[in-house]
Protein backbone atom coordinates (compact mmCIF):
# COMPACT_ATOMS: atom_id res chain seq x y z
CA UNK A 1 0.00 0.00 0.00
CA UNK A 2 1.81 3.93 -1.01
CA UNK A 3 2.25 5.86 2.18
CA UNK A 4 -0.62 8.57 2.54
CA UNK A 5 0.93 11.81 1.49
CA UNK A 6 0.97 14.88 3.24
CA UNK A 7 -1.98 16.41 1.64
CA UNK A 8 -1.73 19.71 3.40
CA UNK A 9 1.66 20.34 1.39
CA UNK A 10 -0.35 20.80 -2.05
CA UNK A 11 -1.48 24.48 -1.23
CA UNK A 12 -1.72 27.15 0.87
CA UNK A 13 -5.78 26.31 0.85
CA UNK A 14 -5.60 22.67 1.95
CA UNK A 15 -2.97 23.89 4.85
CA UNK A 16 -5.27 26.39 6.32
CA UNK A 17 -8.65 24.66 5.79
CA UNK A 18 -9.06 23.74 9.43
CA UNK A 19 -10.33 20.23 8.67
CA UNK A 20 -8.49 16.91 9.29
CA UNK A 21 -6.70 15.75 5.75
CA UNK A 22 -6.93 12.35 7.30
CA UNK A 23 -8.03 10.21 4.34
CA UNK A 24 -12.01 8.38 4.43
CA UNK A 25 -11.62 5.12 4.07
CA UNK A 26 -11.47 3.48 0.25
CA UNK A 27 -14.48 0.96 -1.40
CA UNK A 28 -13.90 -2.27 0.19
CA UNK A 29 -15.61 -4.70 -2.08
CA UNK A 30 -18.57 -3.81 -4.60
CA UNK A 31 -21.98 -1.82 -3.88
CA UNK A 32 -24.47 -0.36 -5.20
CA UNK A 33 -26.39 3.23 -5.63
CA UNK A 34 -28.43 5.54 -6.80
CA UNK A 35 -25.84 7.47 -8.52
CA UNK A 36 -22.05 7.11 -8.40
CA UNK A 37 -19.72 9.94 -8.84
CA UNK A 38 -16.22 9.98 -9.77
CA UNK A 39 -14.45 12.69 -8.07
CA UNK A 40 -14.71 14.98 -4.65
CA UNK A 41 -13.98 18.48 -6.36
CA UNK A 42 -16.50 21.01 -6.13
CA UNK A 43 -18.22 19.55 -9.79
CA UNK A 44 -18.80 16.33 -7.87
CA UNK A 45 -19.67 17.78 -4.42
CA UNK A 46 -22.02 20.07 -6.11
CA UNK A 47 -23.79 17.56 -8.30
CA UNK A 48 -24.09 14.90 -4.64
CA UNK A 49 -25.20 18.47 -3.08
CA UNK A 50 -28.06 19.36 -5.36
CA UNK A 51 -29.32 15.78 -5.84
CA UNK A 52 -29.54 15.51 -2.43
CA UNK A 53 -31.47 18.24 -1.81
CA UNK A 54 -33.94 17.61 -4.39
CA UNK A 55 -34.24 13.87 -3.38
CA UNK A 56 -33.05 13.18 0.26
CA UNK A 57 -33.96 9.22 -0.46
CA UNK A 58 -31.34 9.14 -3.14
CA UNK A 59 -28.34 6.99 -2.37
CA UNK A 60 -25.22 8.75 -3.91
CA UNK A 61 -21.59 7.72 -3.40
CA UNK A 62 -18.70 9.67 -4.84
CA UNK A 63 -15.37 8.06 -5.66
CA UNK A 64 -12.01 9.73 -5.15
CA UNK A 65 -8.14 8.79 -5.81
CA UNK A 66 -6.97 10.89 -3.11
CA UNK A 67 -8.79 13.02 -0.41
CA UNK A 68 -11.47 15.47 -1.06
CA UNK A 69 -10.33 18.84 -2.85
CA UNK A 70 -6.94 17.63 -3.64
CA UNK A 71 -7.70 18.54 -7.61
CA UNK A 72 -8.02 22.32 -8.98
CA UNK A 73 -10.97 22.47 -6.34
CA UNK A 74 -8.21 23.06 -3.28
CA UNK A 75 -5.59 25.04 -5.12
CA UNK A 76 -7.30 27.87 -7.00
CA UNK A 77 -6.97 31.26 -6.98
CA UNK A 78 -10.27 31.25 -4.78
CA UNK A 79 -12.18 33.95 -7.62
CA UNK A 80 -15.70 33.07 -7.00
CA UNK A 81 -16.77 34.74 -10.39
CA UNK A 82 -18.72 35.25 -12.99
CA UNK A 83 -16.52 34.99 -15.81
CA UNK A 84 -17.27 32.58 -18.72
CA UNK A 85 -14.39 30.58 -20.13
CA UNK A 86 -15.10 31.27 -23.88
CA UNK A 87 -15.51 35.14 -24.41
CA UNK A 88 -18.82 37.02 -24.22
CA UNK A 89 -17.95 38.12 -27.98
CA UNK A 90 -17.16 34.45 -29.25
CA UNK A 91 -20.37 32.94 -27.10
CA UNK A 92 -22.04 35.79 -28.96
CA UNK A 93 -20.51 34.26 -32.23
CA UNK A 94 -21.65 30.56 -31.65
CA UNK A 95 -25.37 30.85 -29.85
CA UNK A 96 -26.43 34.23 -30.64
CA UNK A 97 -27.22 37.15 -28.17
CA UNK A 98 -30.18 36.20 -26.11
CA UNK A 99 -28.20 32.67 -25.22
CA UNK A 100 -25.13 34.64 -24.14
CA UNK A 101 -27.05 36.76 -21.89
CA UNK A 102 -28.85 34.17 -20.42
CA UNK A 103 -25.69 32.10 -19.69
CA UNK A 104 -24.53 35.13 -18.55
CA UNK A 105 -27.10 36.10 -15.87
CA UNK A 106 -27.03 32.65 -14.80
CA UNK A 107 -23.26 32.82 -13.81
CA UNK A 108 -23.69 36.00 -12.09
CA UNK A 109 -26.11 34.40 -9.65
CA UNK A 110 -24.38 31.49 -9.30
CA UNK A 111 -21.54 33.68 -7.83
CA UNK A 112 -24.31 34.43 -5.14
CA UNK A 113 -25.41 31.28 -5.09
CA UNK A 114 -22.36 29.76 -3.63
CA UNK A 115 -22.70 32.24 -0.92
CA UNK A 116 -26.18 31.56 -0.15
CA UNK A 117 -25.27 27.71 0.12
CA UNK A 118 -22.33 28.74 2.44
CA UNK A 119 -24.51 31.12 4.81
CA UNK A 120 -27.24 27.96 4.64
CA UNK A 121 -24.39 25.05 5.40
CA UNK A 122 -22.74 27.25 7.79
CA UNK A 123 -19.27 27.10 5.87
CA UNK A 124 -16.73 29.36 7.50
CA UNK A 125 -15.34 30.05 3.25
CA UNK A 126 -14.27 33.91 4.09
CA UNK A 127 -17.07 34.57 1.14
CA UNK A 128 -16.36 38.47 0.30
CA UNK A 129 -18.28 39.59 -2.32
CA UNK A 130 -15.71 42.75 -3.46
CA UNK A 131 -16.17 42.23 -7.18
CA UNK A 132 -13.24 42.31 -9.34
CA UNK A 133 -11.48 44.99 -11.95
CA UNK A 134 -9.86 44.28 -14.74
CA UNK A 135 -7.03 46.36 -15.24
CA UNK A 136 -5.50 47.76 -18.60
CA UNK A 137 -1.67 48.38 -17.30
CA UNK A 138 -0.15 49.50 -20.69
CA UNK A 139 -1.75 51.19 -23.39
CA UNK A 140 -1.11 48.00 -25.27
CA UNK A 141 -3.99 46.97 -22.44
CA UNK A 142 -6.68 49.49 -23.24
CA UNK A 143 -8.20 48.13 -26.18
CA UNK A 144 -9.04 44.84 -24.72
CA UNK A 145 -11.08 46.47 -22.15
CA UNK A 146 -13.08 49.27 -23.98
CA UNK A 147 -13.67 46.06 -26.34
CA UNK A 148 -14.89 43.77 -23.60
CA UNK A 149 -17.21 46.80 -21.87
CA UNK A 150 -18.77 47.41 -25.76
CA UNK A 151 -19.78 43.62 -25.98
CA UNK A 152 -21.42 43.78 -22.90
CA UNK A 153 -22.67 47.18 -23.19
CA UNK A 154 -24.04 45.43 -26.78
CA UNK A 155 -25.54 42.04 -24.75
CA UNK A 156 -27.74 44.59 -22.63
CA UNK A 157 -25.45 43.65 -19.67
CA UNK A 158 -23.94 47.00 -19.26
CA UNK A 159 -25.08 48.03 -15.93
CA UNK A 160 -22.95 45.26 -14.43
CA UNK A 161 -19.91 47.08 -15.80
CA UNK A 162 -18.29 50.20 -15.21
CA UNK A 163 -15.40 51.76 -16.79
CA UNK A 164 -12.90 53.34 -14.47
CA UNK A 165 -10.01 56.23 -15.36
CA UNK A 166 -6.21 55.56 -13.83
CA UNK A 167 -7.29 57.85 -11.05
CA UNK A 168 -10.78 55.72 -10.73
CA UNK A 169 -8.73 52.54 -10.38
CA UNK A 170 -6.05 53.71 -7.92
CA UNK A 171 -8.64 54.84 -5.46
CA UNK A 172 -9.55 50.83 -5.27
CA UNK A 173 -5.87 49.50 -5.98
CA UNK A 174 -2.80 51.21 -6.85
CA UNK A 175 -0.81 49.11 -9.41
CA UNK A 176 1.96 50.54 -11.13
CA UNK A 177 0.99 51.18 -14.57
CA UNK A 178 -2.76 50.76 -14.30
CA UNK A 179 -3.98 53.15 -16.78
CA UNK A 180 -7.79 51.82 -16.33
CA UNK A 181 -10.28 49.33 -15.52
CA UNK A 182 -13.58 47.72 -16.11
CA UNK A 183 -15.20 46.98 -12.65
CA UNK A 184 -17.63 44.69 -11.87
CA UNK A 185 -19.67 43.76 -8.53
CA UNK A 186 -19.77 40.03 -9.55
CA UNK A 187 -17.21 38.59 -8.17
CA UNK A 188 -16.43 37.12 -4.54
CA UNK A 189 -13.11 35.47 -3.06
CA UNK A 190 -13.58 32.17 -1.01
CA UNK A 191 -11.40 30.42 0.53
CA UNK A 192 -11.40 27.06 -1.48
CA UNK A 193 -9.78 24.76 0.36
CA UNK A 194 -12.27 25.34 3.38
CA UNK A 195 -15.08 25.69 0.64
CA UNK A 196 -14.60 22.51 -0.56
CA UNK A 197 -13.92 20.51 2.59
CA UNK A 198 -16.78 21.54 3.74
CA UNK A 199 -18.93 20.99 0.95
CA UNK A 200 -17.66 17.62 1.47
CA UNK A 201 -19.09 17.87 5.23
CA UNK A 202 -22.08 18.74 4.13
CA UNK A 203 -23.03 16.27 1.47
CA UNK A 204 -21.94 13.42 4.25
CA UNK A 205 -24.32 15.02 6.25
CA UNK A 206 -27.16 15.14 3.72
CA UNK A 207 -26.42 11.06 2.79
CA UNK A 208 -23.68 10.97 0.58
CA UNK A 209 -20.92 8.52 0.80
CA UNK A 210 -17.35 9.47 0.40
CA UNK A 211 -14.68 6.82 -0.71
CA UNK A 212 -11.35 8.33 -0.75
CA UNK A 213 -7.78 6.68 -1.74
CA UNK A 214 -10.35 4.85 -4.31
CA UNK A 215 -8.94 5.44 -7.65
CA UNK A 216 -11.46 4.65 -10.81
CA UNK A 217 -10.01 3.00 -13.80
CA UNK A 218 -13.00 3.16 -16.03
CA UNK A 219 -16.21 3.56 -16.38
CA UNK A 220 -18.90 1.15 -18.54
CA UNK A 221 -22.61 2.40 -19.68
CA UNK A 222 -25.41 0.66 -19.07
CA UNK A 223 -25.05 -2.43 -21.03
CA UNK A 224 -29.04 -3.55 -21.43
CA UNK A 225 -32.05 -3.53 -19.46
CA UNK A 226 -31.49 -5.96 -16.80
CA UNK A 227 -30.04 -5.09 -13.21
CA UNK A 228 -26.79 -6.41 -13.81
CA UNK A 229 -26.65 -4.30 -17.01
CA UNK A 230 -26.47 -1.27 -14.67
CA UNK A 231 -23.39 1.13 -15.35
CA UNK A 232 -20.33 1.29 -13.49
CA UNK A 233 -17.55 2.68 -12.21
CA UNK A 234 -14.63 0.18 -11.95
CA UNK A 235 -11.70 0.52 -9.26
CA UNK A 236 -9.29 -2.14 -8.00
CA UNK A 237 -11.32 -2.41 -4.89
CA UNK A 238 -14.75 -3.11 -6.58
CA UNK A 239 -17.60 -1.75 -8.86
CA UNK A 240 -19.56 0.70 -8.07
CA UNK A 241 -22.97 0.10 -10.02
CA UNK A 242 -25.65 2.55 -9.77
CA UNK A 243 -27.94 3.68 -12.07
CA UNK A 244 -26.63 6.65 -13.43
CA UNK A 245 -22.08 7.08 -13.01
CA UNK A 246 -21.30 10.85 -13.07
CA UNK A 247 -17.59 11.94 -14.40
CA UNK A 248 -16.39 14.77 -12.46
CA UNK A 249 -12.90 14.38 -12.12
CA UNK A 250 -11.79 17.97 -14.76
CA UNK A 251 -8.01 17.73 -15.56
CA UNK A 252 -7.97 14.02 -14.86
CA UNK A 253 -10.67 12.34 -16.78
CA UNK A 254 -7.90 12.66 -19.79
CA UNK A 255 -5.91 10.28 -17.77
CA UNK A 256 -9.11 7.41 -18.79
CA UNK A 257 -8.80 5.26 -21.96
CA UNK A 258 -12.12 6.78 -23.01
CA UNK A 259 -11.86 10.02 -22.52
CA UNK A 260 -8.29 10.85 -23.53
CA UNK A 261 -8.52 13.36 -25.87
CA UNK A 262 -11.33 15.35 -24.48
CA UNK A 263 -9.29 17.49 -22.12
CA UNK A 264 -5.68 18.59 -21.46
CA UNK A 265 -4.24 19.34 -18.31
CA UNK A 266 -2.99 22.96 -18.35
CA UNK A 267 -0.82 23.98 -15.27
CA UNK A 268 -2.04 27.40 -13.42
CA UNK A 269 0.50 27.87 -10.85
CA UNK A 270 0.40 30.76 -7.80
CA UNK A 271 2.69 32.45 -5.47
CA UNK A 272 1.33 33.99 -1.98
CA UNK A 273 3.18 36.68 -0.13
CA UNK A 274 3.66 36.89 3.57
CA UNK A 275 0.75 38.65 5.33
CA UNK A 276 1.45 42.09 4.33
CA UNK A 277 1.86 45.33 7.16
CA UNK A 278 -0.99 48.03 7.48
CA UNK A 279 1.43 50.80 5.91
CA UNK A 280 2.11 48.78 3.09
CA UNK A 281 -1.58 48.09 2.90
CA UNK A 282 -1.82 51.30 3.59
CA UNK A 283 -0.04 52.31 0.11
CA UNK A 284 -1.50 49.87 -2.34
CA UNK A 285 -5.20 50.32 -0.71
CA UNK A 286 -7.36 47.41 -1.61
CA UNK A 287 -9.73 47.75 0.91
CA UNK A 288 -12.57 46.33 -1.32
CA UNK A 289 -10.97 42.97 -1.76
CA UNK A 290 -12.04 43.51 -5.44
CA UNK A 291 -10.35 40.28 -7.45
CA UNK A 292 -7.74 41.88 -9.84
CA UNK A 293 -6.68 40.92 -12.88
CA UNK A 294 -5.16 42.28 -16.64
CA UNK A 295 -5.21 41.58 -20.11
CA UNK A 296 -2.02 39.42 -20.09
CA UNK A 297 -2.16 36.62 -23.08
CA UNK A 298 -0.39 34.41 -20.49
CA UNK A 299 -3.11 35.08 -18.09
CA UNK A 300 -2.46 36.40 -14.44
CA UNK A 301 -5.49 36.26 -11.74
CA UNK A 302 -4.67 37.84 -8.08
CA UNK A 303 -6.77 38.56 -4.97
CA UNK A 304 -6.12 39.89 -1.50
CA UNK A 305 -6.35 36.93 1.11
CA UNK A 306 -8.69 37.28 4.29
CA UNK A 307 -5.13 37.17 6.21
CA UNK A 308 -3.62 39.67 4.40
CA UNK A 309 -1.94 38.28 1.99
CA UNK A 310 -1.15 38.68 -1.71
CA UNK A 311 -1.75 35.49 -3.90
CA UNK A 312 -0.47 36.17 -7.56
CA UNK A 313 -1.42 33.59 -10.20
CA UNK A 314 -0.58 32.96 -13.66
CA UNK A 315 -0.50 30.36 -16.40
CA UNK A 316 3.02 29.64 -18.82
CA UNK A 317 3.82 26.68 -16.93
CA UNK A 318 4.69 23.91 -20.00
CA UNK A 319 1.82 21.43 -21.57
CA UNK A 320 3.95 17.90 -21.13
CA UNK A 321 3.33 15.20 -24.04
CA UNK A 322 0.89 12.90 -23.53
CA UNK A 323 -1.32 14.96 -21.18
CA UNK A 324 0.80 13.95 -18.26
CA UNK A 325 -0.28 15.09 -14.76
CA UNK A 326 2.80 14.70 -12.29
CA UNK A 327 3.05 16.51 -8.59
CA UNK A 328 6.33 17.80 -9.88
CA UNK A 329 4.69 19.79 -12.31
CA UNK A 330 3.09 21.79 -9.74
CA UNK A 331 6.07 23.72 -8.57
CA UNK A 332 7.89 24.73 -11.83
CA UNK A 333 10.65 27.26 -10.69
CA UNK A 334 10.45 29.93 -14.19
CA UNK A 335 6.61 29.93 -14.01
CA UNK A 336 7.01 30.66 -10.05
CA UNK A 337 10.10 32.92 -10.18
CA UNK A 338 7.88 35.13 -13.39
CA UNK A 339 4.81 35.38 -10.91
CA UNK A 340 7.00 36.73 -7.86
CA UNK A 341 8.74 39.15 -10.09
CA UNK A 342 5.39 40.49 -11.44
CA UNK A 343 4.64 40.56 -8.18
CA UNK A 344 7.05 43.06 -7.70
CA UNK A 345 6.66 45.06 -10.85
CA UNK A 346 2.77 45.04 -10.15
CA UNK A 347 3.54 46.63 -6.20
CA UNK A 348 7.09 48.05 -6.23
CA UNK A 349 6.66 48.95 -2.48
CA UNK A 350 6.81 45.81 -1.69
CA UNK A 351 10.46 45.25 -2.38
CA UNK A 352 12.05 42.88 0.08
CA UNK A 353 8.37 41.21 0.83
CA UNK A 354 9.04 37.21 1.56
CA UNK A 355 7.21 34.76 0.04
CA UNK A 356 5.65 32.01 2.18
CA UNK A 357 4.23 29.64 -0.38
CA UNK A 358 4.38 28.51 -3.92
CA UNK A 359 2.21 25.90 -5.98
CA UNK A 360 -0.52 24.90 -8.61
CA UNK A 361 -1.80 22.40 -10.09
CA UNK A 362 -3.93 20.96 -13.62
CA UNK A 363 -6.78 22.22 -14.92
CA UNK A 364 -9.04 20.73 -17.68
CA UNK A 365 -9.34 22.53 -21.07
CA UNK A 366 -11.43 21.48 -23.73
CA UNK A 367 -10.84 21.87 -27.84
CA UNK A 368 -13.12 24.42 -27.73
CA UNK A 369 -12.79 26.04 -24.11
CA UNK A 370 -16.20 25.58 -23.50
CA UNK A 371 -17.06 23.48 -20.36
CA UNK A 372 -19.76 20.25 -20.75
CA UNK A 373 -22.52 19.74 -18.62
CA UNK A 374 -23.83 16.48 -20.25
CA UNK A 375 -25.88 14.05 -19.40
CA UNK A 376 -26.96 10.16 -21.60
CA UNK A 377 -30.11 8.43 -20.15
CA UNK A 378 -29.78 5.41 -22.30
CA UNK A 379 -26.44 4.57 -21.31
CA UNK A 380 -26.81 6.39 -17.62
CA UNK A 381 -23.51 8.37 -17.60
CA UNK A 382 -23.16 12.33 -17.03
CA UNK A 383 -20.33 14.36 -16.73
CA UNK A 384 -19.53 18.08 -16.05
CA UNK A 385 -16.21 19.24 -16.96
CA UNK A 386 -13.74 21.83 -19.18
CA UNK A 387 -14.00 24.42 -17.31
CA UNK A 388 -10.70 26.07 -18.80
CA UNK A 389 -9.93 27.68 -15.53
CA UNK A 390 -13.07 29.40 -14.32
CA UNK A 391 -15.00 26.35 -12.59
CA UNK A 392 -15.17 27.81 -8.86
CA UNK A 393 -18.70 29.20 -9.84
CA UNK A 394 -19.66 27.26 -12.83
CA UNK A 395 -19.34 23.89 -11.16
CA UNK A 396 -21.80 24.66 -8.46
CA UNK A 397 -24.02 25.79 -11.99
CA UNK A 398 -23.02 22.16 -13.54
CA UNK A 399 -24.21 20.91 -10.18
CA UNK A 400 -27.64 21.86 -10.35
CA UNK A 401 -27.75 21.40 -14.07
CA UNK A 402 -26.47 17.72 -13.91
CA UNK A 403 -29.20 17.18 -10.73
CA UNK A 404 -31.88 18.57 -13.01
CA UNK A 405 -31.13 16.11 -15.84
CA UNK A 406 -30.48 13.03 -13.50
CA UNK A 407 -33.80 13.79 -11.96
CA UNK A 408 -35.13 14.79 -15.49
CA UNK A 409 -36.20 18.10 -14.20
CA UNK A 410 -37.27 20.56 -17.49
CA UNK A 411 -35.76 23.83 -16.09
CA UNK A 412 -34.01 27.28 -17.94
CA UNK A 413 -30.93 25.72 -16.37
CA UNK A 414 -31.33 22.64 -19.08
CA UNK A 415 -31.68 24.78 -21.87
CA UNK A 416 -27.98 26.46 -21.29
CA UNK A 417 -25.35 26.23 -24.14
CA UNK A 418 -23.38 23.86 -22.22
CA UNK A 419 -26.23 20.81 -21.77
CA UNK A 420 -24.93 18.10 -23.66
CA UNK A 421 -22.27 20.20 -25.39
CA UNK A 422 -19.72 18.05 -27.21
CA UNK A 423 -16.22 19.79 -27.74
CA UNK A 424 -14.16 18.45 -30.38
CA UNK A 425 -11.37 15.77 -29.48
CA UNK A 426 -7.27 17.50 -29.01
CA UNK A 427 -5.17 16.33 -31.84
CA UNK A 428 -3.25 13.08 -31.65
CA UNK A 429 0.28 13.36 -29.67
CA UNK A 430 2.62 14.42 -30.55
CA UNK A 431 0.72 17.24 -32.81
CA UNK A 432 -1.09 18.23 -29.90
CA UNK A 433 2.01 18.82 -27.86
CA UNK A 434 3.95 20.72 -30.24
CA UNK A 435 0.79 23.25 -31.03
CA UNK A 436 -0.01 23.87 -27.31
CA UNK A 437 3.63 24.28 -26.22
CA UNK A 438 3.50 26.71 -29.96
CA UNK A 439 0.66 28.25 -28.49
CA UNK A 440 2.19 28.79 -24.45
CA UNK A 441 5.57 29.90 -25.95
CA UNK A 442 3.68 32.47 -28.52
CA UNK A 443 1.46 33.91 -25.61
CA UNK A 444 4.62 34.77 -23.35
CA UNK A 445 6.33 36.45 -26.44
CA UNK A 446 3.26 38.63 -27.69
CA UNK A 447 2.59 39.33 -23.72
CA UNK A 448 6.87 40.60 -23.65
CA UNK A 449 6.11 42.03 -27.27
CA UNK A 450 3.34 44.19 -26.29
CA UNK A 451 4.86 45.52 -23.54
CA UNK A 452 7.97 46.55 -25.08
CA UNK A 453 6.42 48.33 -27.92
CA UNK A 454 2.90 49.81 -25.78
CA UNK A 455 1.19 48.57 -29.25
CA UNK A 456 -1.52 45.46 -28.52
CA UNK A 457 -1.01 42.04 -30.40
CA UNK A 458 -3.32 42.45 -33.97
CA UNK A 459 -4.84 39.32 -33.06
CA UNK A 460 -3.85 37.86 -36.42
CA UNK A 461 -0.66 36.01 -35.57
CA UNK A 462 -0.41 32.40 -35.78
CA UNK A 463 -0.35 32.01 -31.94
CA UNK A 464 -3.81 34.18 -31.38
CA UNK A 465 -5.59 32.33 -34.53
CA UNK A 466 -4.78 29.08 -32.88
CA UNK A 467 -5.60 30.42 -29.25
CA UNK A 468 -8.90 32.09 -30.40
CA UNK A 469 -11.52 31.22 -27.89
C1 LIG B 1 -3.93 26.89 -9.70
C2 LIG B 1 -5.35 27.01 -10.15
C3 LIG B 1 -6.01 28.22 -9.99
C4 LIG B 1 -7.34 28.36 -10.36
N1 LIG B 1 -8.00 29.51 -10.06
C5 LIG B 1 -9.33 29.61 -10.28
C6 LIG B 1 -10.06 30.73 -9.82
O1 LIG B 1 -9.52 31.61 -9.14
N2 LIG B 1 -11.38 30.79 -10.10
C7 LIG B 1 -12.02 29.81 -10.81
O2 LIG B 1 -13.22 29.92 -11.07
N3 LIG B 1 -11.37 28.70 -11.19
C8 LIG B 1 -10.05 28.57 -10.93
N4 LIG B 1 -9.39 27.43 -11.27
C9 LIG B 1 -10.15 26.32 -11.85
C10 LIG B 1 -11.02 25.64 -10.80
O3 LIG B 1 -10.27 25.40 -9.65
C11 LIG B 1 -11.55 24.34 -11.40
O4 LIG B 1 -12.26 24.64 -12.59
C12 LIG B 1 -12.50 23.59 -10.47
O5 LIG B 1 -11.95 23.47 -9.20
C13 LIG B 1 -12.82 22.24 -11.08
O6 LIG B 1 -13.45 21.45 -10.12
P1 LIG B 1 -13.67 19.91 -10.43
O7 LIG B 1 -14.35 19.32 -9.27
O8 LIG B 1 -14.33 19.76 -11.76
O9 LIG B 1 -12.20 19.33 -10.62
P2 LIG B 1 -11.08 19.02 -9.51
O10 LIG B 1 -11.13 19.98 -8.39
O11 LIG B 1 -9.80 18.87 -10.24
O12 LIG B 1 -11.55 17.66 -8.90
C14 LIG B 1 -11.45 16.45 -9.58
C15 LIG B 1 -11.28 15.37 -8.52
O13 LIG B 1 -11.45 14.12 -9.13
C16 LIG B 1 -10.47 13.23 -8.62
N5 LIG B 1 -10.25 12.23 -9.66
C17 LIG B 1 -9.86 12.46 -10.91
N6 LIG B 1 -9.75 11.33 -11.60
C18 LIG B 1 -10.11 10.33 -10.76
C19 LIG B 1 -10.22 8.93 -10.90
N7 LIG B 1 -9.94 8.30 -12.05
N8 LIG B 1 -10.64 8.22 -9.83
C20 LIG B 1 -10.97 8.82 -8.67
N9 LIG B 1 -10.86 10.17 -8.49
C21 LIG B 1 -10.44 10.91 -9.52
C22 LIG B 1 -9.25 14.11 -8.39
O14 LIG B 1 -8.35 13.55 -7.46
C23 LIG B 1 -9.90 15.39 -7.89
O15 LIG B 1 -10.02 15.44 -6.50
C24 LIG B 1 -8.03 27.26 -10.95
C25 LIG B 1 -7.37 26.05 -11.13
C26 LIG B 1 -6.04 25.91 -10.74
C27 LIG B 1 -5.35 24.60 -10.93
Redesign the pocket.
Known sequence: MDPIKDYARYSFWLETCGDDLTPRPRLDGSVEFDVAI????????WTAYYLLRRDPSLRVAV???????????????????A?FPVSPAELERRYGADATRDLLLTMIDAVDEVGRVAAVEDLDVQYVKGGTLRLAIGPHQLPAIERARQTYERLGLGEHYTALDADETARRVRVAGALAALYSPNCAVVH?GRL?RGLARAVERHGATIYEQ????DYVPRAGAGPEDLPRLV?PYGDVRARTVVL??????S??PRLRRQLIPV????VLTEPLSESQWAEIGWEGRE?VSSQRYSVD?L?RTADGRIAF?GRGAPYHLGSRIEDTFDRHQPTHGMLRDLTLRWFPMLQGIRFTHA??????APRDWMPTTSYDPAGGVAT??G?????????NL?GRILADLITGADTPLTHLPTVNHHSPDWEPEPLRWLGVRYVQSGYLRLDREAERTGRPPTGTSLTERLGAH
Open positions: LGAGFSGLLEREIAGFGASGRNGGWCSGPVTPVTTAGEAYLQLYSLITYSGWGGPLGARYTGQGVSTTA
